[in-house]
């Protein structure tokens, strides 16, 4: 098992952070979690975690939380960032750019928060903004049957 690296700790510390109770579940997970593998390719990395059989599950057991951004050296546009909770636990993380190679250090220059803005009747687009937002992170935590960004 790897130990979690600083923008994978900060990525878990944002999209963890909240008073909701399923949030809550997942930071308590995270304080235990470990890395099983690191998989990369030109545009990102996925990091599959391993948590604890006996943890506690989070409700809704299905989530994707993606509500932050993060701007990296040497990456030409913000790095996209999905957490997905599959039957309660943490499972991955996944870190996405559009173009541009992917480095092989990491040095974040600044993260943020996103908010869903309608776009359409069934899209949204996404805003940067310095605090999270309460609507888009309901969304998120209403479970993947409910599309969302967050």
Known sequence: ???????????????????????????????????????????????????????????????????????????????TVLLYIENGLLSHLEFSTIEGDWPEELSIESAYYLREVPSGQQSFALEPVQFRHPTTLARALAGRGTPSAA
């Open 1 to 79: 098992m790897l130990p979690l690296r600083a923008h994978e700790l900060l990525s878990l510390e944002l999209l963890l952070a909240g008073p909701e109770s399923p949030l809550a579940v997942l930071r308590t997970q995270a304080e235990k979690v470990g890395v099983s593998r690191r998989t990369y390719n030109s545009f990102g990395e996925y990091v599959d975690f391993v948590v604890p059989p006996a943890a506690e599950r989070a409700i809704p057991s299905n989530l994707i939380l993606g509500d932050i951004e993060l701007n990296v050296t040497g990456v030409s546009h913000p790095v």
